[in-house]
């Protein structure tokens, strides 16, 4: 029988995308869906030869290890500054960055900006799990009100603490954004439209018309303390009232047919 293996049916198999390497990350986590609905995207569009990825520091500091393309290592919170030269100097290439909201919306903030305002024809994938997971759970910028992490260990205090960034609705606002989505992995729906937002964006990126920026509302089972199917039921209750899914920016006329 085609598509079998002693009998059984193959429902699904890795990418060539994505190295043998086993992945680091904490059981649930929604690293490793992300990493690996952008590298079946890149595999399917065929651009594995032409794409560059760019990961700074934060739990996917290793994705060079999984991604089995040209990548890119930046500095903490640089990603987008580095980049924009990888894109300038190749921009035949399709090029992304991979960040945490450790690193795209507190260090990195300046860049994060910046590149959008000049509409750099890149793609920004915006992993947010409301913490700083990989040095143990701090409160980040999109830290929700009232959420204890380990340097709010009472809840963020919206009066001393501020109110969570919703950096992506303030990206959509710059000139040089030409499509601005938020979406999460937490089901197998949610991964589909994730999927349909990447392949999107390197359509996007075809044409040169500015930057492309992806929200990912995640979760950070370990940071939040909690199992990785309460930490999706947490995700959905709290993350999204604040982080609603959803287009924030299309390109009108699309810019695309999709
Ligand atoms: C210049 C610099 N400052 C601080 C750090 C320490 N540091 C490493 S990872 C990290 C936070 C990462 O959080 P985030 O970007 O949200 O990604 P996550 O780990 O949650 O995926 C920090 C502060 C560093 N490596 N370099």
Redesign the pocket.
Known sequence: MENSTNGLEVVYEKVPTLTDTLMHYCPGCS?GVVHRVIMEVIHEMGITEQTIGVAP?????FAYNYMNIDMQEA???RATAAATGVKRVHPDKFVFTY??????A??GTGETIHTVNRGENILMVF?N?G?????GG?M?PTTLAGMKTTTSPFGRDVATMGSPLRITELIANLPGALYVTRQSVHSTAAVRKLKKAIQLSFEYQKLNQGTCFIEVVSN?PS?WKMTPVESNQWLVENMFPVYPPGDIKVPKPPAVNN
């Open positions: 690293h520091v934060g739990c996917s500091v500095a903490h919170g960040q945490g909201d450790g690193d795209l507190a260090i992993v799990n913490v700083y997971g990989m040095t701090q980040a950070c940071g």
